[in-house]
Nanobody, 124 residues
Framework: QVQLVESGGGLVQAGGSLRLSCAAS????????MGWFRQTPGKEREFVAA????????YYADSVKGRFTISRDNAKNTVYLQMNSLKPEDTAVYYC?????????????????WGQGTQVTVSS
């Protein structure tokens, strides 16, 4: 079992930055693909970004490309999401997820473990 705990969410003005962290425990995530998703009330969970197990390949939703950066530190069993140039439409609960083996990084249904989420609110 893998336990994931997100942190770093909060309230920020448009144009600002936040850095989300996802700390894993229970098992090393070094062989897991890791993803970030977000969800707003009444909508389905939306893919944001993902990174392959070695950090060599990253993937982004078009809506965040060029503004968000996903990274991982396998030695710390932690994944990060650096969010810059935030917009009000980025407001959501952000979830971290782990997948092993890699199947489909874009599909929330393929992930094996999820965190509890952290709220990000961007004011205009």
């Amino acid at each position: 079992q893998v336990q994931l705990v997100e942190s770093g969410g909060g309230l920020v003005q448009a144009g600002g930055s936040l850095r989300l962290s996802c700390a894993a425990s229970g098992r090393t995530i070094s062989q897991y693909a890791m993803g970030w998703f977000r969800q707003t009330p009444g909508k389905e969970r939306e893919f944001v970004a993902a990174v392959r197990w070695n950090g060599g390949s990253t993937y982004y939703a078009d809506s965040v490309k060029g503004r968000f950066t996903i990274s991982r530190d396998n030695a710390k069993n932690t994944v990060y999401l650096q969010m810059n140039s935030l917009k009000p439409e980025d407001t959501a609960v952000y979830y971290c997820a782990a997948e092993n083996p890699w199947r489909n990084l874009y599909d929330s249904g393929e992930y094996d473990y999820w965190g509890q989420g952290t709220q990000v609110t961007v004011s205009s």
